[in-house]
């Protein structure tokens, strides 16, 4: 992980950029909350997350990505406390760079460089993980279900 340019030691307890940013905020006491929020605010770059997942044979791994680029809407998100808000903003921040775990899972997944156990066993939502699969998204999902859903019409029988 990447904050300020300095690598922070993993912890199964952040293994995504929103939750290290979130225990980044709660190391500090709950009165310094509203400050270290403006400070990461303004000073944050970017957070990179990163889990290595086995090739399908077993002889290596693959690099799944997150990445969080501090946009000024992350910045707004990240003063007003919305840590929370964080992983939907990013699924839908491609063009800016962004990407989840669960959209990185997909893509390898989809070019076949990780199995489908491997890639739900990851993922930070099997749930979600699974219907971008069914639904054969792109690393878009939410525009590619979109733009399915445009396509569908009710039929009177």
Do not use: C, W
């Amino acid at each position: 992980r990447i904050f300020l340019g300095v690598e922070a030691k993993h912890n199964k307890r952040d293994q995504n950029a929103n939750q290290a940013l979130d225990r980044i905020i709660q190391f500090f006491p709950p009165e310094q909350h509203n400050q270290i929020g403006m400070d990461l605010s303004l000073n944050l770059r970017a957070i990179v997350a990163q889990q290595l997942v086995p090739t399908p044979d077993g002889k290596g791994r693959k690099a799944v990505i997150e990445v969080l680029i501090n946009t000024p809407l992350v910045a707004d998100m990240i003063r007003k406390g919305e840590v929370h808000k964080l992983k939907e903003l990013m699924a839908k921040s491609n063009e800016a760079g962004m990407q989840t775990f669960d959209q990185a899972l997909y893509r390898l997944y989809a070019e076949g460089s990780i199995t489908y156990e491997d890639a739900l066993a990851h993922a930070d939502s099997a749930n979600d993980l699974r219907l971008m699969i069914k639904l054969g998204a792109d690393a878009r999902g939410a525009d590619k279900l979109s733009s399915t859903v445009d396509k569908l019409s009710i039929q009177d029988d």
